[in-house]
């Protein structure tokens, strides 16, 4: 598995979750299984069938919870802001619109553009990295399109 950049905050958000899946999940979905068995025959129960489906799920998502921590990188919340890196923020304006936007780069684990994170892997993240206060970025959309940006500030 690649290399997963978290914040110190994402890092630990993981590892609630992971304890939350391993000590209460688990064990609420065994009480499922079990119940469905003392229901009978489980060959033709649908309750079963979907607890044990569940049980797969959260045992696929403690494993890729996992295999993040131990890939993880924590970001430096202390970064540069002359340069943009993982982990700034960074003020920018759609030059065609003269609209501006603030964005925080981060990992892919946790970008969430409703959070206005945006990950170092999508266009415009990879657009911005090592880019400096003033710097113009051209970022081409997935329609074809291209978006020019004006680097504003630096945080």
Known sequence: MKEVYLTKEGYEELKA?????????????AEKIKFARELGDISENAEYDAAKEEQCFVEAEI?????????????DENTSKKIISIGSTVKVLDVEFNEEMTFRIVGTTEANIAENKISNESP?????????????????????????YKIMDIQ
Do not use: F, H, S
């Not at 391993?22 to 979905?29: L, N, Q, S």
């Not at 494993?63 to 970001?75: G, H, R, V, Y």
């Open 124 to 148: 415009l993240g990879m657009a911005l990295i090592g880019k400096k206060k003033n710097d113009t970025v051209k970022v081409t959309t997935p329609r074809g399109g291209e978006v020019v």
């Open 17 to 29: 979750r992971l304890e939350y899946l391993k000590v209460e999940k688990r064990k609420e979905v």
């Open 63 to 75: 494993k890729e919870i996992e295999d993040k921590l131990q890939n993880a990188t924590i970001i």
